[in-house]
């Protein structure tokens, strides 16, 4: 669950994590997913992903899937991955255009038997973040990366590849 906003129209976001790395793939890491924002709202929104959304079969240079979950269920989020997802990364990415996202939480839930109602949080009153810029048709923007996908995060990276 990411709430958020976007103040331009771009059809490349993808929420990724994890590090799981599968033969086929040469520099894809982790499980994505597409991240279809609304564009130009003036409030921040909530946009849920089912975890069969996500895939760790997916194009190194566009992010696309190859091989979605629901097609092949050995490409779907795994229980280890999903109880330490390691890493949190969103992505500007495969489509040339201007992004603006800003990101007031990420959470998570279902991710155990035990966490299913009691999911993991980061959020505040401001946003965590808000990122601008022009991305090039293969250009891939690291927005956020986080340490442990737990209550108590730590930043570990904020910036572009």
Known sequence: RLRLRS??????YRVSFGTKHVPGNRFAFGFKANLDVPAGTKDMVMIDIPFHDFTVRWDDATGDPIVTCEEDEKFCP???TLQDMQTIQLWGEGVAGKVHLEVESIAASGCSSSAINDPDVISGSQPLMAVAGVGG???AMLL?????????YQYTSLGTE
């Open 7 to 12: 103040a331009e129209q771009y059809s490349g």
């Open 144 to 152: 956020l990366a986080t340490k442990k996908f737990r209550k108590g």
């Open 78 to 80: 795994d229980l280890e």
């Open 137 to 139: 048709a293969t250009a």
